[in-house]
């Protein structure tokens, strides 16, 4: 009787290169796949982020709109634009029935930057974060606009909306000397509205060397 031959049975080494996985993927590709992946994955989050800025800005924009409706109509009704204490306070009813509440920045949740020069004039501001938006060169603002209010010497803002007889991209102001000689080469007192500066609508910067521009300081700031 014949007799079935023994099966032989080879044992080679392990080796990383010929391991299979079940799906009959080596390691390397099995890198490479999640490797892919990693990079979609990445993608994918700057994706999100650029939409949540773009999200960002034309909700600014938007509510900047609806000021310069509201405030037109404020306007009409009262010849004279509202005083910027009317808009400091996020969801307040005070601009009523002209607008339902005051509206505030999405991320910061502060209020806009309001600026009454007089009653006949107003401009409003923000900070685009996406700095490529076209609308920001549109309105003169590539290069900074309205108030420095760090006192940095530069203005902190790059979009905004004003009445008719202005442009939001005109400058506001700009940091002068002070008028007062003090000790350790200072010309003005640091933070004060007024005091050595040529004007009541001017603030002394922290180091008591310029003073800028600050309407708030017209408005019994100190």
Do not use: W
Not at 50 to 58: E, G, L, N, V, W
Not at 123 to 132: A, E, H, I, N, Q
């Amino acid at each position: 009787m014949p007799t079935k031959a023994r099966a032989s049975h080879r044992h080679t080494p392990f080796s990383f290169h010929n391991f299979k996985f079940s799906r009959g993927m080596t390691l390397p590709e099995m890198l490479i796949v999640l490797t892919i992946i990693a990079i979609l994955l990445l993608l994918s989050l700057i994706n999100v982020q650029k939409y949540r800025i773009k999200a960002s800005d034309a909700r600014r924009k938007s509510d900047l709109a609806a000021y310069k409706i509201g405030l037109e109509h404020y306007y009409d009704d009262n010849k004279c634009y509202p005083d910027p204490s009317l808009v400091a306070t996020c969801g307040a009813d005070t601009l009523q029935p002209y607008l339902a509440k005051i509206l505030c920045d999405p991320t910061s949740l502060t209020a806009y930057m309001y600026v009454r020069d007089d009653c006949n004039t107003f401009r409003m501001y923000t900070v685009l974060k996406d700095g490529s938006d076209s609308d920001i060169e549109k309105i003169g603002c590539n290069n900074g606009c309205g108030p420095d209010t760090n006192g940095d010497g530069t203005a902190d803002y790059n979009y905004g909306i004003s009445s008719g007889n202005t442009n939001a991209g005109s400058p506001v102001g700009s940091a002068v000397p002070g008028t007062c000689s003090l000790a350790g080469g200072k010309s003005c007192y640091a933070g004060l509205c007024s005091v050595c500066c040529p004007g009541t609508t001017y603030r002394c910067n922290t180091n008591g060397t310029l003073c800028n521009p600050d309407i708030s300081c017209s408005q019994g700031g100190q």
